[in-house]
């Protein structure tokens, strides 16, 4: 990402469903390939790895959530892993023009999207949520406590975190900055109120050590739903029936559960999203 390219489209349960231009325009006149493995005997994994804890680069190798959920899908279809590092713009042409046999980049299913590609089930349901400083719970982590006149929201730039808070929030100050965790700084320093993020960076954020002992915690009511999934081509039905068969397995083992527990500790199963 940018770590903002991330929220680039959600379904909002306040106003209705956010544009995604980005796919619709990288796409125009990219005819998809006939279905098939772009190299026989590999799963080629198209990813933008910079979205800790989903999927993010440590050194050399890809980690995270959905790193390790590519492993466990090769191993079952029995085939090798390839991971190909992309620019987030060119994520979804390089599906269709047969670069990448599937992408896992932290996608959330939108209309917009699902025109373009297929997505297989989803794995996880996030949304936007607020990080806040424990200090203020008292005031500010009641349903209502964001309608009041002139808090002040810290956003990232150009995420539908951002999107949300101008849509919903009228008589809000917006702030804005170039990353989760700078909004964090801002946030401990007393600039803002609230840091509107996805699920995933807030459940980060708020696990992370320095912020508990700076006194932020997270409100894990989602303000919006999203769920994310991995997506193949049109053409490709029998790769997303195979990966889904993969993933239902993955979840009656519990293993599905067993990686999202070790890449989010504090995660907190989000429920149909609720108004502000």
Known sequence: MTAARRYSAVTLPVVAALGLAIGIAACAGVSAPPPGPSRPGELVVGTTPNYPPIIFKQGDEIQGV??????????????????????????????????????????????????????????????????????DAGRLAGQNAMLAPGRRFGVEQGSTGEQFVVTTFATARVVRYGSADEGARALQAGDIDYLIHDAPTVWRLAGDPRHQQAGLMGLFTPLTDEPLAFAVRKADESLRGKLNAELALLRERGELSAILARWIPVRIEVTPAVRP
């Open 66 to 135: 959905e790193a390790d959920i590519a492993r466990r899908l090769a191993q079952g279809l029995r085939l090798r892993l390839a991971f190909v590092e992309l620019p987030w713009a060119g994520l979804i042409p390089s599906l269709r023009n047969g670069s990448a046999d599937v992408l896992m980049a932290g996608l959330s299913v939108t209309p917009e999207r699902s025109a373009l590609v297929s997505f297989t089930q989803p794995y996880l349901q996030v949304g936007q949520m607020a990080l806040i400083r424990r200090q």
